[in-house]
């Protein structure tokens, strides 16, 4: 019914940036939140950020002084903004869409983000 498309996903030395793109089609309910999930190693898989269909906007208190994150191309594509990248940063980073009015969670397949110090 729904598909994800990701793309930014690489390797950087720490201070460096990336920016993380989303893509979803299909048969998209009108009311839903798309944003980024990460997983590390050993970790389990914690909100990065999120942005509703409405425009409002969530990061994590761990990441908000560096990330920024957005919906674009008619809140469709949500694109995640990383500056001044750290190595705790490197993780498998997961879009993720979820429909508000539907028992209903779709996933990317995730995009591997290492960061050297």
């Known amino acids: 019914q729904v598909h994800l498309v990701e793309s930014g996903g690489g390797l950087v030395q720490a201070g460096g940036s990336l920016r993380l793109s989303c893509t979803a089609s299909?048969?998209?309910?009108?009311?839903?939140?798309l944003g980024w999930y990460r997983q590390a190693p050993g970790q389990q898989r914690e909100l990065v950020a999120v942005?509703?269909?409405?425009?409002?906007?969530t990061v994590a208190d761990s990441v908000k002084d560096r990330f920024t994150v957005s919906r674009n191309n008619n809140m469709k594509t949500v694109e995640l903004q990383m500056n001044n990248l750290k190595p705790e940063d490197t993780a498998v980073y997961y879009c993720?869409?979820?429909?508000?009015?539907?028992?209903?969670?779709?996933w990317g397949q995730g995009t591997q983000v290492t960061v050297s110090s």
């Open positions: 993720n869409l979820r429909f508000e009015r539907a028992e209903k969670i779709w």
């Open positions: 299909g048969n998209l309910q009108r009311a839903n939140n």
């Open positions: 942005v509703t269909s409405r425009g409002r906007a």
